[in-house]
């Protein structure tokens, strides 16, 4: 008996990791007992000896999202800025690092896709993280260590933008601190022209190198016209 439940929890994960997998590659839409049975090699009937229906495998998807979430806010007791700092390179690490759940959030599909209670759960996720990147912009104007000349609300989608094109870049490693700075420069008390000019120099140091300075660029743009919290 133990070690039937055993392995109905390692089928149940791999198809969590499954579920994730189809969502980072085809979308949501294209998450049913077919492709979950197709993707881990399971008849379509073997999936609800593991889960009793397609919507308690998605709660059990939208558990392990929420759980990767929660494990990148940093403690609260630290300076408003490292507190930032940190958890740009835990959201944009462990959440880069399974692309499902990056879909998946920033998805406008998930709210219709997932069940009701999921979604609930979910959307408390993405309010969750607008809050704290809020609170942790709002102390750090308190202090004098960010510009107060523009509201946290104006701020707040150049951390997220940040994150976002991270998560979703392969060379995000490398690119990290860079990003980071430049999120820094735009938040800190610089001026927008001195931001321009350091941008523009950086441009033209690549260029000279016959190298493109953003090798994303067109998905950093992107990421960073709209970001969504998540």
């Not at 523009?200 to 690549?206: D, K, P, V």
């Amino acid at each position: 008996m133990a070690q039937d439940r055993r392995s109905s929890e390692v089928c149940q994960v791999e198809l969590v990791n499954a579920a994730l997998h189809i969502i980072a590659t085809k979308g949501i839409t294209a998450l049913s007992t077919r492709s979950l049975a197709s993707q881990v090699g399971l008849s379509s009937g073997a999936i609800f000896r593991h889960f009793a229906s397609l919507d308690e495998l998605l709660d059990a998807v939208v558990t392990r999202v929420a759980a990767v979430i929660e494990s990148t806010y940093p403690p609260k007791t630290l300076p408003p800025v490292e507190r930032l700092e940190r958890f740009i390179e835990a959201r944009s690490s462990v959440v880069g690092d399974q692309p499902g759940i990056v879909r998946l959030i920033l998805s406008e599909q998930f709210l219709l896709a997932l069940p009701n209670e999921g979604s609930a759960r979910l959307s408390a996720c993405v309010d969750k993280t607008a809050a704290f990147v809020l609170a942790c912009l709002r102390d750090g104007q308190r202090s004098g260590e960010l510009r107060a000349d523009q509201p946290a609300e104006n701020l707040a989608p150049i951390v997220m933008g940040t994150v976002q094109m991270l998560a979703l870049s392969p060379v995000k490693a490398r690119r990290q601190k860079a990003e980071t700075r430049g999120c820094w420069a735009a938040c800190s008390r610089c001026s927008v022209r001195q931001l321009s000019l350091r941008r523009r120099a950086e441009r033209s140091r690549h260029e000279a190198l016959g190298r493109h300075p953003y090798p994303c660029h067109r998905r950093a743009v992107a990421a960073r016209a709209s970001p969504r919290s998540w």
